[in-house]
């Protein structure tokens, strides 16, 4: 029989994945990220109202994605490991539809798009990830993030300025 | 790859009640989520309870050869409590999170009923009320060189069982409040 | 390179991509830029590009994970946790009887059983039992250790007089103690 919580989880889970997903890049990590936000969940269920639960859960994914992250810079035997996508993580990202260009050009493109992504410094990375692939509106991420929402519109228009000047740059 | 180790679980018997009657249950405004305070690092703490209402109701209902304990315990949403032993720990940071975690309760209308500092140990004894009840209690304490901790107790703290549990529990800051026509 | 009558530097341009991209520019500036990229074609490039980056975060795919971790989540909350109090504790221990978790069970609700046996469960609440009781004696102890008369006064002037005069106006009594120390 489900319960309130299995629905709520079961809701969110896929946005907290993905999140997490494209925030460390890393299949493993962001089950685990999940799997954690989703205990909190359970611990927390009487505590968060439900109109926040939404930005509520997207917020501690973020902060148990840095966590893990500083984890894994302080453990990291090499350095650069963080932005780096691993080879079944670029094929899976980078596998979706292709624009007008050819299919090894556009899975070129997505990769460096992801790579640059990986770069991005904090909050770009969030607000991209949350406005332009989870499609969330400006609001939302603003309440996920705690920044208003004009402050999101400015920081997004940085963020792609910035993944368009790395992808310049990386021109082939 | 390392594996988020996921301690400090919640003790938690899940009650399949129907889900209207569980999403009917409003949040408690005396609950602090110790979550986003981030006092204290949570792989280190010496004590951690983290009990809801589900299992709070449990407790109520197996305690009833104790009918004060038995009937504070039911009006409750949560009890959270974590200790954190300081020793070999910097202690101004860990007092510096406190004050903004008082801060942070300030902020959300929680009164200060006490607030003591001397000799390096501090003692923040903060209340919520809502329509004449207090519906919440978060107690901060830092002892240098010993151990910090908060507690916060969310949900139906009746002024008169406190004072009765004051005695049983030596918990004397809360045994003198008055209630007309009854013993303590 | 710019036109004669074009107001637009590349750099303003390039600065403007973004949020024209979302549609966001007034009118007016919208149209000078696209007067300013029509000449310009390493703008125009940037704008190809600016545009292509829009489409392509887009389209990437919106990920998901084995609905199973909800099911690994719900088993690891249910799991009874090691409590480890640093304090030796004095608490009474109350067991929890079997017969009142049962008498609980048919009058409460359905029991949500998935791993537990009857003996945990009854385990379980033992377990939350010394947990609350830990939690209020600890707060005794810290009372304990903080200065007493601060204490009372603060808590009677501050806490015990108003609520408990809000509680008698709604029973209808008065307090006829002058002394709040008088319960």
Redesign the interface.
């Known amino acids: ?1 489900l ?5 709520t ?2 809701a969110y ?3 907290i ?2 999140f997490a ?2 925030l460390l890049s ?1 299949r ?9 936000v ?3 969940l ?9 109109e926040r639960l939404g930005s509520w859960l997207l917020r ?1 994914t973020r902060n ?1 994605c840095y966590d ?1 992250l500083r ?2 810079r302080a ?1 990291a035997t090499q350095p650069g490991m963080a932005a780096s996508l691993g080879e079944e993580e670029a094929h ?2 980078v596998s ?2 292709p ?1 007008p260009q050819s299919l090894a050009e ?1 899975a070129d ?2 990769r460096r ?2 790579a640059a ?1 990986g770069e991005l410094g904090e909050p770009y990375k969030s607000i ?1 990830i949350l406005r ?4 969330l509106s400006h609001r939302e991420v603003g309440d996920a993030l705690g920044i208003p929402e004009v402050t999101v ?1 400015v920081q ?3 963020a ?2 910035k ?2 000047e790395r ?2 740059e990386a021109e082939p | 790859m390392k594996k988020i180790i996921l301690q400090g679980l919640a003790l938690a018997l899940f009650l399949s009640l129907p889900a209207a009657a569980l999403q009917a249950q409003p949040p408690s405004p005396g609950l602090v989520p110790l979550e986003e305070l981030n006092l204290f690092p949570r792989d280190k703490l010496s004590v951690e309870v983290n009990l809801g209402g589900a299992i709070l109701h449990l407790v109520a209902a197996a305690g009833k050869d104790d009918p004060d304990f038995s009937k504070l315990v039911g009006g409750l949403q949560a009890i959270n409590v974590q200790v954190f032993p300081l020793k070999g720990e910097d202690g101004e940071a860990v007092k510096a999170r406190i004050g903004r975690a008082v801060h942070w309760l300030e902020e959300r209308g929680w009164k200060a009923n006490v607030r003591v500092r001397e000799k390096g140990q501090e003692t923040y004894v903060y209340m919520k009320e809502e329509g004449g009840q207090i519906v919440g209690l978060t107690v901060l304490t830092f002892q240098p060189g010993d151990e910090a901790a908060v507690i916060n107790i969310a949900g139906r703290i009746d002024p008169a069982q406190i004072g009765r549990l004051g005695q049983k529990f030596n918990v004397p800051q809360l045994e003198k409040v008055p209630v007309k026509g009854k013993k303590p | 390179m710019n036109r004669l009558d074009d107001t637009l530097s590349c750099g303003d341009a390039l600065d403007l991509l973004e949020p024209y991209v979302d549609g966001e520019l007034a009118p007016a500036e919208a149209a000078s830029l696209r007067s300013h990229v029509e000449g310009c074609p390493a703008c125009a490039r940037e704008l190809a590009l600016a545009e292509r980056i829009q489409r392509e975060l887009r389209s990437l795919p919106q990920l998901d994970c084995p609905p199973e971790i909800v099911e690994r989540v719900r088993r690891q909350g249910a799991e009874v946790v090691p409590f480890r109090p640093r304090l030796t504790t004095r608490l009474p221990l109350r067991l929890a009887a079997a017969a009142a978790l049962l008498a609980l069970a048919l009058g409460g609700g359905a029991f949500f059983v998935r791993h537990q046996q009857q003996e945990a469960k009854a385990a379980e609440v033992a377990r939350a039992t010394r947990e609350a009781r830990f939690a209020l004696a600890y707060l005794g102890k810290v009372s304990r250790r903080t200065s007493l008369d601060v204490r009372d006064e603060v808590i009677v002037r501050r806490v015990a007089l108003p609520v408990t005069r809000s509680i008698s106006r709604s029973i209808g009594l008065s307090l006829g103690s002058s002394d709040p120390e008088k319960p």
């Open positions: 029989m319960t309130a919580f299995d629905d989880a079961h889970r896929r946005r994945y993905s997903r494209y890393n493993e990590e962001a089950e685990d990220v999940t799997q954690e989703l205990l909190r359970w611990r927390h269920q009487d505590g968060v109202e439900e501690v148990a893990l984890r894994r453990d899976e990202l979706g539809e624009g556009t493109f997505r798009l992801l992504l991209v332009e692939v989870e499609g519109r997004l228009h940085r792609r300025k993944l368009r992808l310049r």
